[in-house]
């Protein structure tokens, strides 16, 4: 079995006259687009990520100023194949 795994759209926007269905095509076609060739999509796995911002943004958090840590989730697409 292979696997690949494929960043997906940390948030999705849609416009005013949207429905949320569009939301779902966005994420359909990059899910379409990556099932070529064989690959089945296995799951959405959400993957937490925190980068620490460095030394000044640290000396700043402990004199209660901003933040020490930038924290983001990623959204990774999981496809699986057949050998």
């Not at 292979?2 to 940390?10: D, F, L, R, S």
């Not at 000044?56 to 989730?73: D, N, Q, V």
Request: glycine share 10%.
């Amino acid at each position: 079995m292979q696997y690949k795994t494929v960043a997906g759209p940390i948030g999705l926007v849609i416009q005013k006259k949207d429905s949320y269905a569009e939301a779902v095509r966005q994420y359909a076609a990059i899910i379409d687009q990556e099932a070529v060739g064989g690959w089945e999509l296995l799951l959405i796995q959400e993957i937490p990520v925190t980068k620490n911002k460095g030394c000044m943004a640290g000396c700043l958090a402990s004199m209660g100023i901003g933040e020490k840590y930038e924290h983001m989730t990623f959204n990774m697409l999981v496809f699986k194949k057949e050998d």
